[in-house]
C-alpha cells in the first residue's frame, strides 16, 4: 500500500496495491501488519459498517464525544467525496477541513482519526460505503455538526442541495458543537 499524507497529518489517504488482469482484481482491503507498518497508526477494528445512499445524499459531520471512533473508509460502488474537520481543541490544525474522491474505480480509503468530525457526500447515481470503526456506535454520545457551517466552510463538490436527514439538518454549529480538547 501506498500510504498519502494530508494537509492534516493525521488524516491519510491509502491507495491499496490493485493485482490485474483480463479476470478482474485482487487487493487486500486491510491488512493488520502492512497498515501499522504503512501508516504508524496502531488500531484495533471493532466494528464494520456498510452504508447505501443515492446522489446528492449527505451524512454528517457526524463524531462521539465520549468513545471516539477512528475510521477507515471506502467506497465499494461509484463515488463520494469525503471530509474530515479537525474538532480537537487542542491540535494545530484545528477547525480545518480535509476532502478527497473515493470511488470504488481508484479504490482508495481515508483514516479518519479520533477526534474528527467524519461525513461524506454522493456524487454518483449510488454509492456504498464501507468503514472499519475503533470503537462502538454509542447513540447517547453520537454529535453532529452541521455539514453547511459557515466557520468551516466545506466545499463538498456538489452543487444542488444536498439530501440530509433530519438529525444532520439540525446540527450544532462548529461554534456552539461539543468538541475534543
Not at 38 to 44: A, Q
Not at 59 to 78: E, S
Not at 106 to 125: C, D, I, M, T
Not at 130 to 140: G, Q, R, V
Request: glycine letters at 6%; one cysteine or more; proline letters at 4%.
Amino acid at each position: 500500500m501506498t500510504v498519502y499524507p494530508t494537509k492534516i497529518p493525521d488524516v491519510l489517504i491509502i491507495e491499496p496495491k490493485i493485482f490485474g488482469d483480463e479476470r478482474g482484481f485482487f487487493f487486500e482491503s486491510y491488512n493488520k501488519k502492512v497498515f501499522e507498518k504503512s501508516t504508524g497508526v496502531v488500531v484495533d477494528f471493532v466494528q464494520d459498517n456498510h452504508s447505501k445512499s443515492s446522489k446528492g445524499v449527505l451524512r454528517g459531520l457526524h463524531y462521539q464525544v465520549k468513545r471516539p471512533q477512528g475510521k477507515l473508509v471506502r467506497v465499494t460502488k461509484g463515488e463520494v467525496f469525503d471530509v474530515a474537520v479537525d474538532i480537537r481543541r487542542s491540535s494545530a490544525t484545528f477547525g480545518q477541513w480535509v476532502g478527497t474522491l473515493l470511488t470504488a474505480e481508484n479504490k482508495h480509503q481515508l483514516w479518519v482519526p479520533q477526534g474528527f468530525a467524519h461525513g461524506f457526500v454522493v456524487l454518483s447515481e449510488n454509492a456504498e460505503f464501507l468503514y472499519k470503526t475503533t470503537d462502538y456506535y454509542a447513540p447517547e454520545h453520537e454529535r453532529c455538526i452541521r455539514w453547511d457551517d459557515a466557520d468551516l466552510a466545506i466545499d463538498w463538490r456538489f452543487r444542488d442541495a444536498p439530501v440530509v436527514s433530519e438529525k444532520d439538518a439540525v446540527g450544532a454549529s462548529f461554534k456552539e458543537a461539543d468538541l475534543f480538547e
